[in-house]
């Protein structure tokens, strides 16, 4: 089977990484040069990411960072189990991480024993990604820029319809996720993955029991027992909320600190566009063999 180059093939995922990268499907967006490159020049950029190392009892493992799917517990647990977490400073940990644990390439990943990524359905993604950052508000400056610059909405009156319609599947999709003003919490999960062999793949309903298998007990206990950043809260149900701009959903989170349901903010419009913009997000995860590598 071939791709054409701006495709992204379904991923194939199992137990098995070694010292050695192995090139499987996701790598075949790569000539059959350049994969030779890859096994010979293990100095070529592991590509997507970014990707850390952590070490914990005796274990070396890499993990893929994707936004809004758990990555405050791993980043949180990384920094605070660093030989270098002297060196941490108050609200800087992913400048921490980039720091003192980034994996570059694929000469970075010989000595690791435990490849993971987290995945997440691409809805609930989606509805967390628009309550976190147009809703709740949390560090959302980046993305409310982005908004502004790609499509000239003004966040404050953006809805969910037009974030899906207009930002997401009008700018980011039919820009191949290349555009200018893209913010990677909008990208696909499948495209912050390396051409790497993962032997751990998460769904992120079920990492807290995950990473009890995954790390010591202490270790899960302390750093995913509860959820960090996460977008639950009260809910509330009305028709039409998907069209709501963003500012009177804010109004009504500041008090009664309720957002949206999924089902009012879904309709079968926005979840087609979803379903297409995501499709190599579905593919990748029907195809995520999940298993554990320890």
Not at 164 to 181: M, T
Request: hydrophobic fraction near 35%.
């Amino acid at each position: 089977m071939t791709f054409q180059k701006d495709e992204t093939p379904s991923l194939k995922l199992g137990i098995g990484l070694d010292n050695r990268p192995k090139i499987n499907d996701i790598a075949s967006f790569l000539s059959r040069k350049n994969i030779r490159d890859v096994i010979r020049q293990r100095s070529i950029p592991l590509g997507g990411g970014p990707h850390f190392w952590f070490e914990i009892g005796g274990v070396r493992y890499l993990y893929t960072y994707i936004r809004k799917n758990g990555c405050s517990s791993f980043k949180h647990m990384i920094a605070q189990t660093s030989e270098h977490k002297s060196r941490l400073e108050a609200g800087k940990e992913i400048d921490f991480l980039r720091e003192y644990h980034l994996l570059k390439n694929f000469n970075d990943t010989k000595t690791v024993s435990c490849s993971i990524f987290v995945y997440r359905n691409p809805v609930e993604r989606v509805i967390s990604l628009f309550k976190n950052k147009f809703i709740i508000r949390e560090w959302n400056s980046d993305i409310w820029e982005s908004v502004h610059k790609s499509i000239g909405n003004n966040p404050e009156k953006l809805s969910f319809n037009d974030f899906v319609f207009s930002y997401i599947q009008g700018y980011a999709a039919f820009n191949k996720w290349r555009g200018k003003y893209i913010d990677p919490h909008v990208k696909p999960q499948v495209r912050h993955l390396a051409p790497i062999f993962y032997n751990t793949a998460v769904d992120l309903a079920d990492l807290t029991e995950a990473s009890y298998r995954l790390f010591p007990a202490e270790v899960a206990e302390k750093f995913f027992r509860e959820k960090i950043n996460s977008t639950s809260a009260q809910e509330f149900v009305e028709d039409g909320a998907e069209l709501m701009p963003s500012e009177i959903l804010r109004r009504r989170w500041k008090e009664s600190r309720s957002v949206p349901s999924r089902e009012s903010l879904m309709n079968a419009e926005i979840l087609k566009a979803i379903e297409q913009v995501y499709s190599e997000d579905y593919a990748m995860i029907a195809a995520a063999n999940r298993t554990d590598c320890m």
